[in-house]
């Protein structure tokens, strides 16, 4: 069962547009991860948040944690076509050894 | 290092078949995972592995599935008899262990289509 669920599922906006991508979910945990995946390609890391930590950034890349909500967003600021990939949330259990994905949110970013 | 190194990239079977997917981790990571994407269930968790041993495998679908690591540096997950539902993207991940699980670094995957 996934234990993060992306929201919105799929998001389309023009090049220099922020793009921000939420994610729930349901139990405690030790950190909250972000992955990207472009088409036929393996997941890629781009930022750890534990759960101690409020906000986090790198890069063009900005990720806030709320754990009283269980909740995460992720932004991307001024995006750029070759930002055009699958992104998701993972979640590391609280012993910290087990990494679950949630569903994904697929954004297009039109040049 | 070179990575996570998955094969076959690409496996075509027919039903019945008995399917083998290996993986090399990188070198130095506790942490071996086993994951399986499909549109309609997203990415799920089969097993972990730490330090060689199964730790979880409660996502394994049934028992056609099962997965070894003879030692730090190889692994496989074995399909038998495989099912056309069980045509998915696989994919192998490993991380390093330490003050809580850190960044997994995935495999580009093998997708295996069963006719």
């Known amino acids: 069962s996934q234990q993060g669920e992306e929201d919105p599922q799929a998001l389309s906006i023009q090049e220099g547009e922020n793009a921000t991508m939420n994610c729930s979910y349901k139990?405690?945990?030790?950190?909250l991860q972000w992955y990207r995946q472009n088409s036929g390609r393996g997941l890629v890391h781009l930022i750890l948040i534990r759960s101690n930590e409020r906000e986090k950034h790198s890069g063009r890349l900005r990720v806030t944690l709320d754990t009283s909500k269980k909740s995460s967003s992720l932004l991307i600021t001024a995006s750029r076509a070759a930002d055009t990939a699958s992104y998701f949330c993972a979640t590391a259990n609280n012993a910290g050894n087990m990494l679950t994905f949630g569903g994904g949110t697929r954004l297009m970013v039109k040049p | 290092d070179a990575g996570v190194i998955q094969s076959p990239r690409h496996e075509v079977t027919e039903m019945g078949q008995e399917v083998t997917l290996r993986c090399k981790p990188i070198?130095?990571?506790?942490?071996l995972f086993w994951y399986r994407q499909t549109m309609m269930r997203g990415l799920e968790l089969l097993i972990y592995f730490n330090n060689n041993v199964p730790i979880d495998d409660s996502g394994m679908p049934e028992d056609r599935f099962s997965a070894k690591m003879p030692n730090a540096s190889f692994s496989t997950l074995k399909i038998q008899p495989s099912e056309p539902r069980d045509s998915a993207v696989y994919f192998c991940?490993?991380?390093?262990?330490?003050?809580?699980?850190?960044?997994?670094?995935f495999g580009q995957g093998t997708r295996l289509t069963v006719v």
């Open positions: 139990t405690s945990i030790n950190n």
């Open positions: 070198s130095g990571h506790d942490y």
């Open positions: 991940a490993s991380s390093p262990s330490g003050q809580g699980l850190g960044e997994a670094f």
